[in-house]
């Protein structure tokens, strides 16, 4: 590259999708699937020309050390796994002396082996492998194309990655099968799966009057059906879509069971990104105040504003005809960047827990104000509810991490507590079950 854009960010955090939006499986809320639509008469498979363009230009581009290699999809493993090594060797070819690189991979697991995982364990790669809770909670969306659950097959690719000791973390949705089960969730992954990281995401669907029936049943290709591309339209949402208050009171069901147990010891993204923001910092897009730098890359060199933006209004462009930098520093990225905090809401401004949360991602801005704004988050009353209540935790562990103290000295504190609580109090969830039952049912509290 001949001239870095002077205004250029040091770096960002790019997703390609080597397969576009082709998957092996076939969930019943991923709207990734009909994006397939957009390239309708093409093998969606990522060329060795593009690959080789895609990841120098992803070098050039970055200024500082850390530059990571993120492949997901679709499902990325539906390319042979001698694509990855060329890739590998491809990094090799560019990366300059300072450059360190990470490749993270994000699978639904099905096709891992020997083969897969000897290669991530070579390379160190990061595996993201989603599941989405025990068998009969990820069975009930994440289907195969015959509509059998996926759970064992998973559990047959997570083996793998134990055998070769391959780095993995748990990417899991949070959707209408286990909104309220977030402690067992969370209990699965930490006993049965033995990860000590977690990513939750929730599932936000959103159609319109015309296009909800058809939603409803999914969006892979639905026989004698016409197929709808997804795109971020309509202030509805499908009945697989997680409700906006049940998504806050999962991330709490979850957090305390974490902050009494594990903190220091398994990290969940949320509550590692929502720690950082106490010290002004923003780790993850999404409750940043703007955004702009996660762009997705599809198989045939098309840059996208974001992965969750995938659709014809936000092509940026192609690196073959222009290179990635100059498409994320164009005033249209900045631009969608900037817009996440140029629209937020009145009700978002004046939030209480406004510095924490940002309005959250404008996919999810489809809902009314208490004022009657448009454009407020539709996840926005769990929002509230999850940064308020974890915000006298949040603020002794910030102030532990101020005084050079780890920040798992919490548990402590919580099991001094725990230990005045008498079995019939109600439970610090606020669930309104009695503490026994609820957070309190392992420990040993007094009679
Ligand atoms: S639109 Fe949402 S997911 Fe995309 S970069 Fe912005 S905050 Fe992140
Ligand atoms: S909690 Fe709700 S009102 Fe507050 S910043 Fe987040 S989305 Fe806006």
Not at 68 to 97: C, D, H, N
Not at 185 to 199: A, G, H, P, S
Not at 278 to 293: D, E, Q, T, V
Not at 425 to 442: A, E, N, P, Q
Request: charged residues 25%.
């Amino acid at each position: 590259m001949n001239q870095l854009p002077a205004d250029a960010p040091p770096m960002f955090h790019l997703l390609a999708k080597p397969s576009g939006s082709t998957c092996n499986i076939d969930c019943t809320y991923c709207f990734f699937l009909s994006k397939e639509a957009l390239y309708p008469n093409e093998k969606s498979r990522m060329s060795l020309d593009t690959l080789e363009v895609y990841i120098k230009q992803l070098l050039e581009s970055h200024r500082t050390p850390e530059v990571t290699v993120a492949w997901q999809g679709g499902e990325p493993s539906l390319m042979r796994l001698e694509f990855f090594k060329r890739s590998v060797e491809i990094v090799e070819k560019y990366r300059r002396s300072n450059q360190n690189v990470q490749h993270t991979f994000q699978t639904n697991g099905l096709l891992l082996d020997d083969d897969w995982c000897r290669f991530f364990k070579k390379h160190n790669f990061l595996i993201g492998l989603s599941v989405d809770g025990p068998r009969e909670i990820h069975d009930k969306y994440r289907l195969d194309r015959r509509g059998h659950g996926t759970f064992d097959k998973v559990m047959k690719g997570w083996k793998f990655l134990l055998k070769h000791k391959v780095d993995f973390n748990i990417l899991c949705t949070v959707n209408a099968a286990n909104q309220y089960r977030g402690r067992d969730v969370y209990r699965f992954f930490r006993d049965e799966l033995k990860t000590n990281w977690i990513q939750f995401i929730p599932i936000v669907e959103r159609a319109t009057e015309d296009t909800l029936e058809i939603a409803n049943k999914g969006w892979s290709e639905q026989p004698g059906e016409k197929r709808l591309l997804y795109t971020q339209t309509g202030s509805l949402v499908t009945e697989r879509t997680v409700g906006g208050r049940q998504y806050g009171q999962f991330l709490i069901d979850v957090f305390e069971e974490w902050v009494r147990k594990d903190v220091g010891e398994v990290f969940v993204q949320m509550f590692d990104v929502t720690l950082e923001a106490y010290f002004g910092r923003h780790l993850l897009c999404i409750h940043a105040p703007s955004c702009g730098y996660g762009p997705a890359l599809e198989h045939n060199g098309d840059l996208y504003s974001c992965d969750h933006f995938v659709e014809p209004k936000f092509k940026l462009g192609n690196i073959h005809e222009t290179h990635m930098l100059d498409l994320i520093a164009s005033p249209q990225q900045r631009k969608f960047g900037m817009d996440k905090y140029d629209t937020l809401t009145a009700q978002c401004k004046r939030c209480e827990v406004k510095q924490l949360c940002n309005g959250g991602c404008p996919k999810d801005r489809f809902a009314l104000s208490r004022d009657g704004e448009e454009g407020q988050n539709y996840l926005c009353e769990g929002l509230e509810l999850f940064y308020k209540h974890t915000q006298p935790a949040m603020r002794t562990m910030a102030q532990l991490l101020n005084q050079n103290l780890a920040p798992s000295d919490i548990v402590k504190l919580y099991a001094s507590d725990d230990a005045k609580r008498k079995p019939e109090d109600l439970c610090t969830c606020g669930s309104g079950k009695i503490f026994s039952v609820c957070h309190g049912d392992d420990l040993r509290i007094s009679k």
